[in-house]
């Protein structure tokens, strides 16, 4: 296979994928392309929306054409971190334990609803987010790879639900806000309803997914495009130093390190999406919000104001000045008059 098909491959298989999902997906375009960059990065996804925005399924119908294995977990107030990740049973006609196997060990793992179990649920998922491994009984057992959290919140409910530590939070690669289908597309959605689903293709492995994931690494970054992005990350850390003064008493807490690290890999993603084999600074302004805005600790005086994480972002975009990134040229290439 030559160098230009193996660059090609794994956009048209991607954009086969996302065919397949539009068939049931309707008019959330931007999402399903912030999930896929997630699914070639290999970084966990929290998606937030009201209700009967088809959250769950969206990530239903990535696992049906990927191909891989898809495991649900309904979060409850009650649910305990053996109910995720396993644990050991004594089998008294052996006298021995035997080691039961959560529904965490899935290729693609909704997480419904996560902020409504406890803490000590929330904390059972950092590992195997974190190390994709599970300890139980001081046992090592390694989740299937490729491996996805894709959790789910709903915004408008606070009763009976517990807020997503901040360690816990910045785990998650994108944080992604579902918002209404546009007028014509709700029709779409609702005329596509009156009649029986159509059947989903697989279009891909998760072995596919895995070799895509080695062509993300072959995307070419310029040294200027991730001192872009740290600038971004570091405006929301010290907005006085940027010329965003009015901005630090709104903040008490910037973006960690994993901001600037998850903008540059998920950027390499979305440029080989498109099919580019170098990063623009469009791709890292795209998904800047997606990847920062739940890095983002408002201030009290923030909260008081009503000022939310995203306008905040808007501010730092609008004025870090962006690089000049042309394409880079190949061996032997002349500089332009």
Same mark, same amino acid.
Do not use: W
């Given at each position: !296979?030559?160098?230009?098909?193996?660059?090609?491959?794994?956009?048209?298989?991607?954009?086969?994928?996302?065919?397949?999902?539009?068939?049931?997906?309707?008019?959330?375009? %931007?999402?399903?392309?912030?999930? !896929?960059?997630?699914?070639?990065?290999?970084?966990?996804?929290?998606?937030?929306?009201?209700?009967?925005?088809?959250?769950?399924?969206?990530?239903?119908?990535?696992?049906?054409?990927?191909?891989?294995?898809?495991?649900?977990?309904?979060?409850?107030?009650?649910?305990?971190?053996?109910?995720?990740?396993?644990?050991?049973?004594?089998?008294?006609?052996?006298?021995?334990?035997?080691?039961?196997?959560?529904?965490?060990?899935?290729?693609?793992?909704?997480?419904?609803?996560?902020?409504?179990?406890?803490?000590?649920?929330?904390?059972? &998922?950092?590992?195997? !987010?974190?190390?994709?491994?599970?300890?139980?009984?001081?046992?090592?057992?390694?989740?299937?790879?490729?491996?996805?959290?894709?959790?789910?919140?709903?915004?408008?409910?606070?009763?009976?639900?517990?807020?997503?530590?901040?360690?816990?939070?910045?785990?998650?690669?994108?944080?992604?806000?579902?918002?209404?289908? %546009?007028?014509?597309?709700?029709?779409?959605?609702? @005329?596509?309803? &009156?009649?029986?689903?159509?059947?989903?293709?697989?279009? !891909?492995?998760? %072995?596919?997914?895995?070799?895509?994931?080695?062509?993300?690494?072959?995307?070419?970054?310029?040294?200027?495009?991730?001192?872009?992005?740290? %600038?971004?990350?570091?405006?929301?850390?010290?907005?006085?130093?940027?010329?965003?003064?009015?901005?630090?008493?709104?903040?008490?807490?910037? #973006?960690?390190?994993?901001?600037?690290?998850? &903008?540059?890999?998920?950027?390499?993603?979305?440029?080989?999406?498109?099919?580019?084999?170098?990063?623009?600074?469009?791709?890292?302004?795209?998904?800047?919000?997606?990847?920062?805005?739940?890095?983002?600790?408002?201030?009290?005086?923030?909260?008081?104001?009503?000022?939310?994480?995203?306008?905040?972002?808007?501010?730092?975009?609008?004025?870090?000045?962006?690089?000049?990134?042309?394409?880079?040229?190949?061996?032997? @290439?002349?500089? #332009?008059?």
């Amino acid at each position: !296979m030559d160098e230009t098909r193996s660059h090609d491959e794994p956009r048209e298989a991607l954009e086969g994928a996302l065919y397949e999902i539009k068939q049931v997906i309707i008019g959330q375009d %931007a999402m399903l392309e912030r999930v !896929m960059v997630a699914l070639l990065t290999g970084g966990h996804v929290l998606l937030e929306g009201v209700p009967g925005l088809a959250k769950t399924l969206t990530i239903k119908t990535l696992a049906s054409v990927v191909g891989g294995s898809f495991r649900r977990i309904q979060f409850t107030p009650d649910l305990v971190p053996s109910d995720l990740v396993g644990t050991r049973i004594y089998r008294p006609d052996s006298g021995t334990f035997d080691t039961e196997l959560g529904p965490v060990f899935a290729n693609f793992l909704l997480a419904d609803e996560i902020n409504r179990a406890p803490a000590k649920v929330q904390s059972a &998922l950092l590992e195997v !987010m974190q190390e994709e491994q599970v300890t139980i009984g001081g046992d090592t057992h390694g989740v299937p790879l490729p491996f996805l959290v894709l959790a789910t919140q709903n915004p408008i409910e606070s009763e009976g639900t517990y807020p997503l530590p901040e360690a816990q939070v910045d785990r998650f690669l994108m944080k992604i806000l579902v918002d209404y289908p %546009a007028p014509g597309d709700e029709a779409a959605v609702v @005329e596509s309803s &009156l009649v029986p689903s159509s059947e989903i293709g697989v279009r !891909m492995t998760a %072995a596919d997914l895995l070799r895509f994931r080695e062509r993300v690494r072959d995307v070419f970054v310029d040294r200027e495009a991730i001192e872009y992005a740290v %600038a971004l990350a570091d405006a929301t850390r010290r907005p006085g130093r940027h010329g965003l003064s009015d901005v630090q008493p709104l903040l008490s807490y910037g #973006a960690s390190p994993r901001g600037p690290i998850g &903008l540059v890999q998920s950027a390499r993603a979305l440029a080989l999406l498109r099919g580019r084999r170098h990063v623009l600074v469009s791709d890292i302004r795209d998904l800047a919000p997606e990847v920062l805005r739940h890095r983002l600790v408002l201030s009290y005086e923030g909260l008081s104001e009503g000022v939310s994480a995203d306008e905040l972002l808007q501010r730092v975009l609008d004025t870090v000045p962006e690089p000049d990134l042309d394409p880079p040229r190949t061996a032997g @290439e002349p500089l #332009a008059a």
